[in-house]
């Protein structure tokens, strides 16, 4: 009778074990930043091209990432760079025409930290040019 009672004691305790785990499904760290491009026009964006590092050139620079084909009211994927900055170089061609946002410089900045972000694209037909928001994801 007294094996019984132990044996009956040590299974509860094994199952009380084994139903108190860790959850382990926790978000990894994201070690880089990662940028993705969110089109809120009425047009789909076609050879969406992103510059974390480009200035006033209508050429991409060597970190450039081309996101191709971003349909309305969608997001592209995410794309890993290693040094991005509030705003970025970025052109696209929509609605039939090129459209550029370029910067002179970043001089003052400073580098976003790691993790995930969205360029939200907008469009001005006021004054027919493209805007954009940085959004923390």
């Given at each position: 009778m007294k094996t019984i009672s132990t044996l009956a004691i040590a299974i509860c305790g094994l199952l009380i074990f084994i139903s108190c785990k860790k959850d382990k499904t926790t978000t990894p760290e994201?070690?880089?930043?990662?940028?993705?491009?969110?089109?809120?026009?009425?047009?789909?964006?076609?050879?969406?091209?992103?510059?974390?590092?480009?200035?006033?050139?209508?050429?991409?620079?060597?970190?450039?990432?081309?996101?191709?084909?971003?349909?309305?009211?969608?997001?592209s994927d995410y794309h890993g760079f290693p040094k991005v900055y509030n705003y970025s170089?970025?052109?696209?061609?929509?609605n039939n025409r090129t459209y550029y946002l370029k910067f002179f410089d970043y001089t003052g900045e400073t580098p976003l930290?790691?993790?995930?972000?969205?360029?939200?694209?907008?469009?001005?037909?006021?004054n027919d040019r493209l805007n954009y928001e940085l959004i923390k994801d």
């Open positions: 994201i070690k880089e930043v990662q940028v993705r491009v969110a089109n809120a026009t009425s047009w789909t964006f076609y050879n969406c091209t992103v510059d974390p590092t480009g200035t006033l050139s209508d050429n991409p620079g060597p970190n450039a990432f081309n996101y191709g084909q971003i349909n309305i009211d969608t997001n170089w970025v052109r696209l061609t929509m930290a790691n993790g995930r972000y969205t360029y939200k694209i907008t469009y001005s037909a006021t």
